[in-house]
């Protein structure tokens, strides 16, 4: 089996993790839960093992480089980064309903980049041949990791408030102040990341091109999703934002962010055109 | 007061207030969407097509062909400076106070304004209580500062107080990148050369104005090498040069991207390569007599006949177009003073011009190499400026400033216990922190009921 194989089948375990959760947190059954994590832990251990068997076979291939560097590649690594993400969160706040929200997340990543792009594996043009290939990737992504949850959980918040506060339901869900806080934590662990991905990225575009900042697309959108984020903290650490329109905005910011990875591929030109 | 330093500390209230920082964001992110979505920089003829007159006519005078560098963009970004330091000269010293004012016991006013307090009664006596607490917990009872107001004990302790500083260090950080590009903007220069393969330089064109600017030494192109991977994948461009002044070589090396080179105050890029040509034209009149021999490169105009009437501009080469082999792109003006412009093949070609009969005699290739240069004497502020936001957003996201107050009052039986705390963010932690510290109490002081 080779790594596209796997992960195909990755992406599966990740919906079937997402419709354990989504069962366990109907159902209120703990059973499920337990369910739900380990198939989920399954996908993320997979999930890696993918990744690094890809790079294994860019090594045998005779051209052994990080696997960063296309729009597939970039997909599984945004499946499992958001996955450790939710891990995480799971874990810190022994809390499984989020996962409901956040699970299809790495499903989608993984399914559709399989299906969609370009699986193979290419060697490294000149201009990609770069240590700041490994920061710059990674670290935008675990940006981006960071607000797809804060966005799941920002869809908790708003689902919770719709709910009657006495009905069985909302019994079961995590308080509205717990979910405005993880929210408020996901963004503040997401915006130094993104902060960290677009100074790596203005270095090694210095590097390589010259010009630190060329208002390429592909960084306007990043600088704008980084404003509004900014404009989140702002009003939040200042003014006090809290809870619905913290909600609301973090929905906007991940729009932008999903806009940054995909929309400036896809419906604009420029400079970045690995993924 | 003189009503005009009101007004001037309104203004400056205003400039440092959050509204606007929420109202600079917006209206930059704003911007910055409408330079994406209208496309930057291209030959007025390209708008004309895309959007009417009309509306070209708007864009071009509002500026959105050109966002990033219109005044309008620049004086957002000259606010946002203002504001940045207006903020910081506004809110610093009222921090710095703050952190260097001692923490106070617990007095009742306090207790109202705090966020987080737990009140709850223990059956030990106060000294019981301090006694098993310190003995076993000592390295976190050493975090405390005991004071005795009559009988009573006052517990206090504060930690990440630095973090209350990051806000103001990545501000600076802001800062530093913006002042850095301005320099870079007004001081810097961003060029580009082509050199042909075997020969060297010394000026070079400035973008955006191609002015032609004397680099004060050459730079020679020895050799300009291509490689691939087997699937045709490029691997490596390189350009082997020599940088030379006044006829010495004083350094040598291999510009490959991602690996520029700097010489004499400025950074050399690999940044493009192109096939260029030598080629030789043979013109002649109704097949009669000898023809005549033209020599031409890309950019060259020159006369194909005796009396220099008819004149042709070589506009572009191509070395294999549509597998048909070298072509040249040629243009020329018609009798009726019309330009117009046509491909000539070398193989089987011929061009008519004016009665004369053109065709390319002889190809002589040569590979160029394409060179970013550039000199940013702003760009190490940006870097330091980058540095800073992250300093400080580590500080300011990874510390928290949190105050603790314990509160022991002697009872008629056993003792009344506060705990009460605050921090600057996450009120979750500080809730769960002193949850876990009233519990570390009740297992050491017995609890008799809820207050």
């Known amino acids: ?275 | 007061m003189h009503p005009r330093k009101t007004e001037t500390q309104s203004l400056w209230g205003r400039l440092a207030s959050l509204r606007l920082t929420l109202a600079l964001f917006l209206i930059l992110a704003g911007a910055s969407i409408l330079g994406t979505l209208i496309p930057q920089n291209r030959p007025f003829q390209e708008y004309l097509e895309m959007y009417g007159s009309v509306a070209t006519r708007i864009f071009k005078w509002v500026g959105l062909t050109d966002v990033y560098h219109s005044l309008w963009f620049m004086g957002i970004l000259g606010l946002l400076v203002v504001h940045l330091v207006a903020c910081s000269l506004q809110r610093l010293p009222a921090t710095w106070k703050s952190l260097r004012t001692p923490q106070r016991p617990l007095s009742d006013g306090l207790l109202k304004s705090l966020p987080v307090v737990k009140r709850f009664e223990l059956e030990a006596g106060v000294e019981e209580v301090v006694e098993a607490l310190r003995g076993s917990a000592p390295r976190f009872f050493s975090r405390f500062k005991q004071e005795k107001i009559g009988e009573t004990l006052h517990l206090l302790s504060q930690g990440g107080r630095w973090s209350r500083m990051g806000a103001y260090v990545a501000h600076m950080g802001v800062l530093g990148v913006l002042v850095g590009a301005t320099i870079g903007f007004a001081f810097g220069f961003k060029g580009f050369v082509q050199i042909p393969e075997g020969k060297s330089v010394e000026l070079v064109e400035e973008r955006g104005s191609g002015k032609m600017v004397p680099l004060g030494f050459q730079v020679k192109c020895e050799r300009f090498h291509v490689s691939s991977y087997p699937d045709g994948t490029p691997r490596e461009y390189r350009s082997d040069l020599v940088f030379m002044k006044d006829g010495r070589r004083e350094l040598e090396g291999a510009l490959r991207v991602n690996h520029p080179i700097s010489f004499g105050g400025y950074q050399f890029y690999q940044a493009s390569y192109g096939i260029s040509a030598r080629v030789t034209f043979e013109a002649q009149k109704d097949s009669a007599g000898p023809p005549l021999k033209i020599i031409m490169e890309p950019g060259d105009t020159s006369a194909i006949d005796p009396q220099g009437q008819i004149v042709v501009r070589f506009l572009r080469y191509e070395t294999d177009l549509q597998g048909r082999g070298p072509a040249v792109l040629l243009a020329h003006l018609r009798q009726d003073g019309h330009p117009v412009a046509g491909w000539v093949f070398q193989r089987d070609g011929k061009a008519t011009i004016g009665g004369w009969s053109l065709k390319i005699s002889h190809v002589e290739e040569h590979r160029w190499t394409g060179i970013q240069v550039k000199r940013d004497p702003g760009v190490w502020i940006v870097w330091v400026g980058c540095g800073l936001i992250m300093v400080g957003c580590a500080m300011a996201f990874l510390g928290v400033h949190r105050r603790i107050w314990i509160k022991l009052e002697p009872g008629k039986d056993g003792t009344h216990c506060w705990i009460a705390a605050s921090s600057n963010r996450d009120i979750e932690g500080t809730k769960r922190q002193v949850e876990m510290l009233a519990e570390e109490f009740v297992k050491k002081g017995v609890r008799k009921s809820r207050g």
Request: net charge positive; glycine share 8%; hydrophobic share 50%.
């Open chain 1, 1 to 275: 089996m080779d790594s596209t194989e796997l992960l195909s089948a990755i992406s599966l375990i990740y919906l079937a993790s997402w419709f354990a959760y989504v069962i366990s947190s109907t159902t209120r059954s703990l059973w499920m839960g337990r369910v739900a994590s380990l198939i989920m832990w399954a996908g993320w251990a997979g999930n890696g093992a993918g990744f690094f068997l890809r790079w294994m076979e860019s090594h045998q291939m005779g051209h052994g480089r990080i696997p960063l560097t296309n729009q597939y590649e970039s997909m599984v690594l945004f499946a499992w980064a958001t996955a450790s993400v939710y891990l995480l969160l799971e874990l810190r706040y022994r809390n499984r309903i989020i996962g409901a929200f956040v699970a299809f997340i790495p499903f989608l990543s993984l399914g559709l980049g399989s299906l969609l792009f370009d699986t193979t594996i290419r060697p490294l043009v000149p201009a990609l041949q770069s240590n700041w290939l490994t920061a710059h990737v990674i670290t935008c992504f675990l940006g981006y990791a960071a607000f797809a949850a804060s966005f799941g959980v920002s869809l908790l918040y708003m689902v919770r408030q719709r709910l009657d506060p006495e009905g069985r339901m909302a019994k079961v869900l995590p308080s509205e102040d717990l979910l405005d806080h993880l929210n408020y934590r996901a963004i503040a662990t997401g915006f130094p990341f993104l902060s960290l991905g677009i100074i790596t990225g203005a270095i090694w575009a210095d590097v390589a091109w010259g010009t630190y900042w060329s208002w390429d697309p592909k960084e306007t959108w990043s600088l704008i999703t980084w404003l509004i984020y900014a404009a989140f903290l702002h009003a939040r650490l200042s003014r006090g934002w809290r809870g619905k329109r913290a909600a609301v905005l973090s929905v906007i910011g991940f729009a932008a962010t999903l806009f940054t990875y995909f929309g400036v591929n896809f419906l604009l030109s420029g400079l970045h055109s690995y993924a």
